[in-house]
């Protein structure tokens, strides 16, 4: 046995030096494991261009946002076909023995749950494959406070949150985020909660490519929370509580996830499929305006920027958490560090930022987060003791960011196919000071707008709404 794995160990070192790198602690797994789940790269990827190119023809025709999307799917599929032929065709051979293949145009690679020994060995003899490795490991970003609440004290009326972003004075208005459809990537979703049951969108609504559950469901609870502070439309927990939202299950029930999970719920928005598989009847005229993203690493800059370019593109805004490692400078996590994210921080009832709250600048030095909301103490829908009607209170830049994502929602109900540069504008335009604390970080006091603390300030519905 000895003498066999060496041997196949020594195949693939020589097979690596023709063909793909193969890292290391994938051919340790494989050791010890037997099987790996594997993220594979093509040498001839030229997804950037293949993607610049289709979305400029689509818009030089005059299309409409779903015409780009289309252009860009048809556009990115093909190319992902070409390249990743030969993969697929060695994967297919070995199909009985790998768990679950899933292609991802959108990166112009393939994620393999699953995989055995012979398939790795086998696909590091083919010669258009540049790199076969374990895909990085990350995860929701966990609540800093967690507090079950009884129903009967769920106070009545607009939770604090609500109230300080000054919501009801759109719906006053009667903006209430009716018609839009929001997305929601994170532990997935109780749609029979009484705060959000009559929000899912069942069509094309659901992809879970870690758990593989084929109806809507959370096992954790922190996408249930997320979703019902975007739009829960009982006791004042939700910003639009007109809209809708699909989800993508892209953690598992312990808040954790790879990589190529997020990779796969990042195109399943651009062009929601049905939940068996991406290649089931993709609907491009069926994305969300905007997703949410409460999980973030801390490290893996840049790995999200092909999926976040590609969401712009579609016109859709990618929110994502700045992280909870505050109060030192330097600490917002990825893809919240990538130039295109609208990064989030989280601010508490005092209109000052958290002191959890992660901080900017990037490592590129860059100026995060973007903004900033309520994060703190926000009470929203859960999942507690399998019942539709339980909430709980919690902390952390990911209770932030929906307040976010239920503003955008807001925005496009006044004024549809707004692009994601035309939100971005009204986010900015809108927030406002909050109290400083007389930190600097990146050399800019967090009394001057932007800074590394809350960016340029907390967001404000109606300073937003009359920014359009
Ligand atoms: C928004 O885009 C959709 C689809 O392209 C189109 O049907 C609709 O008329 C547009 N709405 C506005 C207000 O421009
Ligand atoms: C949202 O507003 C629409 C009108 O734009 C109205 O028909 C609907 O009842 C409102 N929904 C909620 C939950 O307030
Ligand atoms: C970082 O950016 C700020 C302005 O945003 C600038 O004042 C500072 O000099 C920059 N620092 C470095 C190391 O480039």
Same mark, same amino acid.
């Not at 598989?277 to 490290?299: E, F, T």
């Given at each position: 046995?000895?003498?066999?794995?060496?041997?196949?160990?020594?195949?693939?070192?020589?097979?690596?030096?023709?063909?793909?790198?193969?890292?290391?602690?994938?051919?340790?797994?494989? =050791?010890?494991?037997?099987?790996?789940?594997?993220?594979? /790269?093509?040498?001839?990827?030229?997804?950037?261009?293949?993607?610049?190119?289709?979305?400029?023809?689509?818009?030089?025709?005059?299309?409409?946002?779903?015409?780009?999307?289309?252009?860009?799917?048809?556009?990115?599929?093909?190319?992902?076909?070409?390249?990743?032929?030969?993969?697929?065709?060695?994967?297919?051979?070995?199909?009985?023995?790998?768990?679950?293949?899933?292609?991802?145009?959108?990166?112009? =690679?393939?994620?393999?749950?699953?995989?055995?020994?012979?398939?790795?060995?086998?696909?590091?003899?083919?010669?258009?494959? /540049? !790199?076969?490795?374990?895909?990085?490991?990350?995860?929701?970003?966990?609540?800093?406070?967690?507090?079950?609440?009884? !129903?009967?004290?769920?106070?009545?009326?607009?939770?604090?949150?609500?109230?300080?972003?000054?919501?009801?004075?759109?719906?006053?208005? @009667?903006?209430?985020?009716?018609?839009?459809?929001?997305?929601?990537?994170?532990?997935?979703?109780?749609?029979?909660?009484?705060?959000?049951?009559?929000?899912?969108?069942?069509?094309?609504?659901?992809?879970?490519?870690?758990?593989?559950?084929?109806?809507?469901?959370?096992?954790?609870?922190?996408?249930?929370?997320?979703?019902?502070?975007?739009?829960?439309?009982?006791?004042?927990? @939700?910003?639009?509580?007109?809209?809708?939202?699909?989800?993508?299950?892209?953690?598992?029930?312990?808040?954790?996830?790879?990589?190529?999970?997020?990779?796969?719920?990042? =195109?399943?928005?651009? &062009?929601?499929?049905?939940?068996?598989?991406?290649?089931?009847?993709?609907?491009?005229?069926?994305?969300?305006?905007?997703?949410?993203?409460?999980?973030?690493?801390?490290?893996?800059?840049?790995?999200?920027?092909?999926?976040?370019?590609?969401?712009?593109?579609?016109?859709?805004?990618?929110?994502?958490?700045?992280?909870?490692?505050?109060?030192?400078?330097?600490?917002?996590?990825?893809?919240?560090?990538?130039?295109?994210?609208?990064?989030?921080?989280?601010?508490?009832? =005092?209109?000052?930022?958290?002191?959890?709250?992660?901080?900017?600048?990037?490592?590129?030095?860059?100026?995060?987060?973007?903004?900033?909301?309520?994060?703190?103490?926000?009470? %929203? &829908?859960?999942?507690?003791?399998? /019942?539709?009607?339980?909430?709980?209170?919690? %902390?952390?830049?990911?209770?932030?960011?929906?307040?976010?994502?239920?503003?955008?929602?807001?925005?496009?109900?006044?004024?549809?196919?707004?692009?994601?540069?035309?939100?971005?504008?009204?986010?900015?335009?809108?927030?406002?000071?909050?109290?400083?604390?007389?930190?600097?970080?990146?050399?800019?006091?967090?009394?001057?707008?932007?800074?590394?603390?809350?960016?340029?300030?907390?967001?404000?519905?109606?300073?937003?709404?009359?920014?359009?």
């Amino acid at each position: 046995m000895k003498l066999f794995t060496s041997l196949v160990f020594l195949g693939l070192a020589c097979a690596a030096l023709s063909a793909p790198i193969l890292d290391s602690s994938l051919l340790r797994t494989l =050791q010890e494991k037997g099987t790996a789940d594997i993220l594979i /790269s093509f040498k001839n990827a030229d997804v950037k261009n293949v993607r610049t190119r289709a979305v400029s023809q689509a818009r030089a025709l005059g299309g409409s946002l779903t015409a780009v999307r289309q252009s860009m799917f048809d556009a990115l599929t093909a190319h992902a076909d070409e390249t990743q032929a030969s993969a697929l065709k060695m994967i297919n051979k070995h199909r009985s023995s790998v768990k679950r293949v899933i292609p991802l145009w959108i990166t112009n =690679q393939i994620s393999v749950k699953g995989a055995t020994l012979k398939l790795v060995e086998d696909l590091a003899l083919l010669g258009d494959i /540049s !790199e076969v490795r374990i895909p990085s490991e990350g995860g929701l970003i966990e609540p800093v406070t967690y507090r079950e609440v009884p !129903e009967s004290s769920v106070q009545a009326g607009e939770q604090w949150g609500i109230l300080a972003i000054d919501a009801p004075a759109a719906w006053a208005q @009667g903006i209430n985020g009716s018609g839009v459809v929001i997305g929601s990537l994170d532990t997935g979703a109780r749609i029979s909660h009484v705060a959000l049951r009559s929000h899912y969108r069942a069509d094309h609504g659901w992809f879970d490519p870690i758990e593989d559950y084929l109806t809507a469901t959370d096992y954790q609870g922190h996408g249930t929370h997320t979703i019902g502070t975007m739009l829960g439309s009982v006791n004042g927990i @939700g910003v639009a509580p007109g809209a809708k939202f699909i989800s993508c299950k892209g953690m598992d029930r312990y808040g954790d996830a790879t990589e190529a999970d997020f990779i796969a719920c990042g =195109q399943f928005f651009v &062009c929601p499929h049905l939940p068996t598989d991406p290649r089931d009847d993709p609907r491009c005229d069926l994305a969300p305006v905007a997703v949410g993203n409460s999980w973030g690493y801390v490290g893996n800059d840049g790995f999200y920027d092909a999926v976040i370019d590609a969401w712009i593109d579609a016109g859709i805004a990618p929110v994502f958490a700045a992280g909870n490692e505050g109060t030192s400078c330097y600490t917002i996590r990825s893809p919240g560090t990538t130039a295109q994210s609208i990064t989030v921080g989280a601010t508490n009832n =005092q209109n000052q930022m958290t002191d959890f709250s992660s901080v900017g600048p990037s490592h590129q030095n860059l100026t995060k987060p973007t903004i900033s909301a309520p994060g703190q103490d926000i009470i %929203s &829908c859960y999942i507690n003791a399998d /019942s539709d009607t339980s909430y709980s209170s919690q %902390s952390g830049t990911s209770m932030a960011t929906p307040h976010v994502v239920g503003l955008i929602a807001l925005l496009h109900h006044k004024k549809p196919n707004l692009t994601v540069a035309q939100v971005q504008a009204a986010l900015i335009a809108g927030a406002q000071p909050t109290t400083p604390t007389g930190k600097t970080c990146g050399g800019i006091a967090d009394s001057t707008y932007p800074n590394n603390h809350v960016g340029y300030g907390q967001i404000s519905v109606p300073a937003s709404l009359a920014a359009l």
